[in-house]
């Protein structure tokens, strides 16, 4: 894969993608061709083209076959899900599956970016990136949310949390990312380093990197150099110190003083500032009063800035290659269930990516286009190979995920899971009329609103992420949660299905309604038997456990 | 399907349980897993598997929690300064001597082994719990778990039908939860905290057991169909199925959690004081096998009224912590549990104005009996005041591979989190053998 460069072999293998794929690969030995400089794809290929060249390439160096493409219910309900933070509704669902529109798909992927799910959903996601996992006091998502419903780009988000103005009404939120690890530079350099850049430098704290030779402990320091004059006053107003640096100790010990530097190396030298000691003694003062008086006036903004000239170095042509590689390689991940470059805080010359042409492209297509992360989100949905179906098919071998020829098998958030099975509870006919008019906009609101409670009852997935039996049990005997997802009234599904008299159509409906699709002969007969048995028990009885084990299936439980 | 730690077979190295489990299902032969394979067929013999379960082992930690003073318990200093008004005594084990608080425990030391080096220099009761419990010090980007969801995941067993993790909180602790950081919940402690039964353990009662079971039959049918030919990251999609699949068996084991069940003799012998009878479900879960259950004792930070304060919780621990040892041996479970006593830190030497003894991790004690432990030792000594570490200076890093290496864990065993190998004992810290058998 990775020696695939030339132009030549990217136009040949593409020609032979379009054969068989038994023909025999040996013909596309490439080791040998030189390799141009950067020979990527041509910069106006639309994003989708540009993901199905590459990926097509890397099936055939792995030969490997890709899985089929997902049905056209499987399709709405992946985009759903990704675009919209929810499951389609019933009604959703049928209009897209029945549509024979050439342009059904694209014209889905505009509905669904330009719906008001979208803003809330890409907001949630970042905020789970970004803050999530810290104390915050909400005003952080509300920031989120007005910047994803603007479309605000990256790299203005990234300079917001950096280094917004206390003082600017709009900006202010954002340094919520760095107010809440402020007391830790630490997690200033690291988190940083890892949510923006894709590199996780901790590693290089205490000795230089025992993997990666990108990374010393010079480095980590002048990483965290950046943001070791960084302070919260008493007023929990972010400021930055005038002075102060770093001194550490090397595993030989010798001792150094931090220097700015960006992880590509690049340095920023200070400019020098001769002060006596009483400056020195007054800037001090000045800070402990900023950091004990709440009456302080507004703290002084400093006039060398280390965070603003990270920022700057962070977005400058020569060095922007990591923060560009890093969005679009967690907006992939999130998309696609693995980064190309996996784990994505482990972005450096020890772990290259599965398709480094692809990721370069990409990147270069971000960053010329303004960082715009819904035109990459629009681009990637639109791809053939993200329809790829999640079930491997036939014998031999399963492809290995770096491959990307099986779709991936992906837990829901916490906030996925709480909407779908809220919108898979409600009576299918009055959500969906909902989704299709103007009315949405609020119900959607409101729909945040109620699924946040349950939300915080389910784990969040971090790495290794596993689902515990304390979610299981939730779902068997907590009480709460029973009567709401089960209730019987007429806005709510086991309400709807109580009125349909005809069995076959009764699980028909519970089908299309939480697992968005209908169900295969053989589902059908056994739900007919099961509730044959439990009717005797009470058909509502028999109808709310049978709804039951839908939305408690991993079908619902994953995006696949 | 266990995973043994005992001298039946060597862990697999760097083979997950999950890698080794499906693969196993798959009948694979691949021959990285012959070792793995010999143990399903050892299996198969019922006599066999009933004497690994036998040999499953547990951990209890009795955790004293706001700090218990080394100086009143395991490292008395008479006729000095910082000794204060008890006295030591001697214990059935010539030559080692406990505070006199301690009188039931001087009459049974032939098991345990105390540690009088611990030096752990974090000294604020957030900071020295998150110590003490994970074995390390915290570090960017990375969240550690503690001892119990490392040990669940290390001695449990994926298709467990009791607990991995048990942690009773008294509600004085100070609410700390327990983590299992990277680990995930998989391997999230069970947390008891307002009643002594876990929540959403019962079935409702507007739910009769055939629909309860017979849902999860429906439900077991969807997933089995959804995850043919589907394969997930870590595996998730099979945590999601071996999840609802444990909820009938945990909720089986809710007896556990009643001692109502125990004769009236037993329930005696404990005694009525909450941190005994947590004691006593201790020891009933051990029984059915939970591999790890902490019970926290509170409140032992006495900066003002030391001395009082010892004489009440000392007694209850000497107690609830010598009857717990003995009902241990009585049932033969001694020998492959092992019973911890451990805090965020110890107290001060120095007597404080208020006869208070303030936070001190520069020199303190803690006590392991059971399996794997060399018992009737000591191992470290204080100076005369107990000032400093005189010999055998040891960190929390030592103690968990100490723990480990007395359960038969391989103290040196990685995981690998992303791509980075975490050894799962503090990097470069070896074990005490000492005090091992």
């Known amino acids: 894969m990775r020696s695939c460069r030339s132009i030549l072999v990217s136009f040949l ?106 803003a809330y959903h890409h907001r949630n996601q970042l905020d789970l990136l970004l803050l999530a996992t810290k104390k915050s006091d909400g005003e952080f998502r509300k920031y989120l949310l007005t910047a994803a419903r603007e479309n605000r780009s990256w790299d203005v988000l990234f300079r917001q949390m950096m280094t917004g103005r206390e003082e600017n009404s709009d900006e202010k939120p954002a340094l919520a990312f760095l107010k809440a690890r402020a007391g830790s530079l630490d997690d200033l350099t690291n988190d940083t380093s890892v949510l923006f850049f894709g590199v996780n430098v901790s590693c290089a704290k205490c000795h230089d990197h025992p993997l990666v030779d990108d990374w010393t402990q010079d480095h980590f320091y002048g990483m965290a150099l950046f943001f070791t004059r960084t302070y919260l006053t008493k007023k929990n107003t972010l400021a930055e110190k005038p002075t102060g640096g770093i001194k550490f100790k090397t595993t030989s010990g010798e001792e150094k003083q931090a220097r700015f ?159 779908s099975l809220l919108v898979a509870t409600s009576n299918p006919d009055r959500v969906s009329l909902e989704a299709v008019s103007g009315g949405w906009a609020k119900r959607r609101e409101q729909l945040e609103g109620e699924a946040g409670g349950l939300a915080g009852k389910i784990e969040l997935p971090g790495d290794n992420f596993q689902v515990s039996v304390d979610e299981a049990l939730l779902f068997s005997n907590n009480d709460q949660l029973q009567a709401s997802l089960l209730k019987d009234s007429a806005d709510r599904l086991v309400g709807s299905l109580k009125s349909i008299g005809d069995r076959r159509r009764l699980i028909d409906r519970a089908f299309e309604a939480t697992l968005s699709r209908s169900p295969d002969t053989d589902e059908v007969v056994e739900f007919e038997v099961f509730l044959t048995k439990r009717e005797k028990a009470g058909r509502l009885s028999a109808i709310r456990q049978m709804v039951w084990a839908l939305l408690t299936s991993p079908e619902l439980r994953f995006n696949y | 399907m266990a995973r ?35 143990v399903l067929d050892v299996l198969k013999n019922p006599s066999l598997a009933a004497e690994i379960k036998k040999q499953q082992k547990h951990v209890i930690l009795l955790w004293l929690a706001g700090g218990a003073s080394q100086l009143e318990t395991w490292d008395p200093k008479p006729g000095r300064p910082t000794g204060g008004p008890f006295l030591p005594i001697s214990t059935n084990v010539p030559g080692i001597q406990i505070s006199e608080l301690l009188p039931k425990m001087a009459g049974r030391m032939q098991d345990t082994a105390i540690i009088r080096s611990l030096s752990t220099g974090i000294g604020d ?41 048990v942690s009773f909180y008294a509600s004085t602790e100070g609410r700390r939860k327990g983590t299992s950081g990277y680990l995930g919940a998989r391997y999230a402690p069970m947390f008891l905290s307002d009643s002594m039964i876990p929540q959403n353990i019962r079935r409702l009662e507007s739910l009769s057991d055939i629909d309860h079971r017979e849902r999860a039959d429906l439900r077991d049918l969807l997933a089995r169909r959804f995850a043919r030919g589907r394969h997930s990251r870590n595996n998730v999609l099979g945590s999601h199925t071996s999840a609802y699949q444990r909820v009938r068996g945990i909720m089986a084991s809710e007896e556990l959690f009643s001692i109502d069940n125990e004769p009236a003799a037993v329930r005696a012998k404990y005694g009525p004081t909450q941190f005994a009878e947590q004691c006593l479900i201790a020891r009933r879960m051990v029984e059915a096998g939970v591999p790890f259950v902490k019970v926290a004792r509170a409140w032992w930070d006495s900066h003002g009224q030391n001395f009082e304060t010892h004489q009440e919780l000392c007694a209850d621990l000497d107690h609830s912590m010598s009857v717990l040892l003995d009902d241990l041996e009585q049932r033969g479970l001694l020998e492959n549990t092992l019973v911890i006593t451990l805090a965020e830190f110890g107290r001060t030497p120095k007597i404080n104005g208020s006869l208070g003894r303030d936070h001190f991790a520069n020199a303190w004690s803690t006590s392991l009996t059971g399996c794997g432990i060399k018992g009737g030792t000591v191992y470290g000594k204080t100076d005369a005041d107990g000032q400093n570490v005189a010999e055998g200076k040891i960190g929390a890093g030592e103690l968990f591979a100490t723990i480990f290496k007395a359960l038969g864990i391989d103290y040196e065993k990685e995981y690998l989190v992303g791509s980075r190998p975490i050894p799962i004992s503090d990097f470069g810290v070896h074990p005490i053998d000492a005090v091992l058998t």
């Open chain 1, 13 to 118: 293998v593409s020609f032979l993608a379009t054969l068989p794929f038994a023909l025999p690969v040996t013909l596309l030995v490439v080791g040998s061709v030189p390799v141009a400089a950067a020979e990527l794809l041509p910069a106006d290929r639309p994003i989708n083209e540009a993901i199905d060249h590459y990926l097509q390439l890397g099936w055939v160096e792995a030969k490997v076959k890709p899985s089929p493409q997902v049905s056209g219910a499987g399709l709405i309900r992946r985009m759903t899900l990704d675009l919209a933070g929810r499951i389609p509704t019933v009604g959703e669902t049928r209009a897209f599956v029945d549509s024979s529109s050439p342009t059904r798909w694209t014209g889905l992927a505009d509905r669904l970016l330009e719906s008001p799910d979208f």
């Open chain 2, 125 to 165: 009761h957030g900071g020295g719990a998150s110590l003490m419990e994970t074995g390390r010090r915290k570090e960017p980007g990375l969240q550690h778990p503690d001892l119990g969801a490392i040990i669940a995941r290390e001695l449990g067993r994926a298709d467990s039908q009791v607990p991995d993790y």
């Open chain 2, 4 to 38: 043994f730690r005992s001298e039946l077979c060597r862990p697999a190295e760097h083979v997950s349980r999950r890698g080794f489990l499906s693969a196993a299902a798959a009948g694979a032969t691949a021959a990285g897993f012959a070792q793995d394979m010999t």
């Open chain 1, 261 to 419: 530097m960006f992880l590509t190396g690049t340095e920023v030298s200070e400019p020098k500032v001769e002060l006596s000691a009483e400056q020195r003694k007054a800037m001090a003062a000045e800070v402990k009063r900023q950091m004990k008086d709440a009456k302080a006036p507004v703290a002084k903004v400093p006039g060398f800035s280390p965070r603003a000239k990270l920022v700057e170095l962070a977005l400058g042509a020569d060095d922007r290659r990591f923060f560009s590689r890093a969005i679009v390689n967690r907006i992939w991940l999130r998309l696609m269930g693995r980064g190309i470059v996996d784990p994505p805080d482990q972005l450096h010359s020890a772990n290259p990516p599965s398709h480094p042409d692809l990721l370069d492209w990409l990147a270069r297509d971000l960053a010329t286009r303004g960082y715009d992360l819904k035109r990459l989100i629009r681009g990637i949905v639109l791809s053939d190979s993200y329809a790829i179906s999640s079930r491997h098919v036939g014998e031999g071998e399963v492809p290995g995920a770096e491959t990307f020829a099986v779709g991936s098998v992906r837990v829901l958030t916490p906030r996925q899971y709480a909407l």
